[in-house]
């Protein structure tokens, strides 16, 4: 959300810049574009598509939730095998006590 804000934000500076008629802005605008044509010919990616953030956060959003709902499955299925695992162990103590009163 704040990587959305921030790309909105800086269509706006230059959609600023490009309305403006004075000197300094065109100068501006001008060495934006530059930055990025250097940027771009380094091979860097371009992190300025609003609509591409938006859905690279999403996506990172709904990953998260299925993390989550995975761990949760994980940890619910492991205190069920423990509630399960003792109450075997109680049972088969139980039968041990009955087994070892009947030899009496």
Do not use: F, Y
Request: avoid cysteine; glycine fraction near 4%; hydrophobic fraction near 25%.
């Amino acid at each position: 959300a704040v990587v959305s804000t921030q790309s909105t934000g800086k269509k706006k500076e230059v959609t600023a810049l490009q309305k403006s008629t004075d000197e300094k802005s065109a100068d501006k605008l001008q060495d934006k574009a530059w930055q990025k044509a250097i940027s771009m010919a380094k091979g860097e990616k371009q992190k300025d598509n609003p609509d591409l953030i938006v859905k690279t956060i999403k996506r990172k959003e709904q990953a998260k939730k299925k993390s989550k709902k995975e761990w949760n499955e994980r940890t619910g299925g492991q205190k069920k095998a423990q509630k399960e695992k003792q109450k075997k162990r109680q049972a088969n103590i139980e039968k041990r006590i009955q087994g070892k009163k009947q030899k009496k």
